[in-house]
T-cell receptor, first 115, second 111 residues
Framework: GDSVTQMEGPVTLSEEAFLTINCTYTATGYPSLFWYVQYPGEGLQLLLKATKADDKGSNKGFEATYRKETTSFHLEKGSVQVSDSAVYFCALNNAGGTSYGKLTFGQGTILTVHP | DADVTQTPRNRITKTGKRIMLECSQT?????MYWYRQDPGLGLQLIYY???????NKGEISDGYSVSRQAQAKFSLSLESAIPNQTALYFC??????????FGPGTRLTVL
């Protein structure tokens, strides 16, 4: 079945540091890929998405590129802020597979940014 | 107003009690979902519904039931709550093939 694997956390950075959170996936067909963010005490919000190979999703300074050859969708940001502290989830939606378009999530990565 | 609302936001109950969590959406989406979040495990799908007459079990449906009362409403029930059902519960909605939008979550504690 479909699966998503994220890098182990938590990740602790200083403000203005470079961020990478790794995400790899296993899926049949051509899934869409997502990054969701969960701020403390809140629900999940869509951060960015990519629907086909080589697409780059971007939002709020975050970027991720859909790499089919390496089955990856790593999240990056050039200069993090304290306000980026949150839990980040990588997910896939495989409408073309047997999962009927459901989201499959990674386990989440906790990011803490210090001033 | 929020597009996806959940009630209650917090609930403490005792083992064996019946609990209902409710979800409403104003996005006009056909598809609705219930997820459970446990620390370190991400979100796991409990049930999903593609329209009022189409309800399906997810990865961890045992001990849960759902009701899709209308396009906009999808409730989750725990018939006899047990302590290992203590978790954060999220409702989500989507259009076909589209992005899922999440509610704010319900924190459930079963003593």
């Amino acid at each position: 079945g479909d699966s998503v694997t994220q890098m182990e956390g938590p990740v602790t950075l200083s403000e203005e540091a470079f961020l990478t959170i790794n995400c790899t996936y296993t899926a049949t067909g051509y899934p869409s890929l997502f990054w969701y963010v969960q701020y403390p005490g809140e629900g999940l919000q869509l951060l960015l998405k990519a629907t086909k190979a080589d697409d780059k999703g971007s939002n709020k300074g975050f970027e991720a590129t859909y790499r089919k050859e390496t089955t990856s969708f790593h999240l990056e940001k050039g200069s993090v802020q304290v306000s980026d502290s949150a839990v980040y989830f990588c997910a896939l939606n495989n409408a073309g597979g047997t999962s009927y378009g459901k989201l499959t999530f990674g386990q989440g990565t906790i990011l803490t940014v210090h001033p | 107003d929020a597009d996806v609302t959940q009630t209650p936001r917090n609930r403490i109950t005792k083992t064996g009690k019946r609990i209902m969590l409710e979800c409403s959406q104003t996005k006009g989406h056909d598809r609705m979902y219930w997820y459970r979040q446990d620390p370190g495990l991400g979100l796991q799908l409990i049930y999903y519904s593609f329209d009022v007459k189409d309800i399906n079990k997810g990865e961890i449906s045992d001990g849960y039931s759902v009701s899709r009362q209308a396009q906009a409403k999808f409730s989750l029930s725990l018939e006899s709550a047990i302590p290992n059902q203590t978790a954060l519960y999220f409702c989500a909605t989507s259009a076909q093939g589209g992005t899922q939008y999440f509610g704010p979550g319900t924190r459930l504690t079963v003593l």
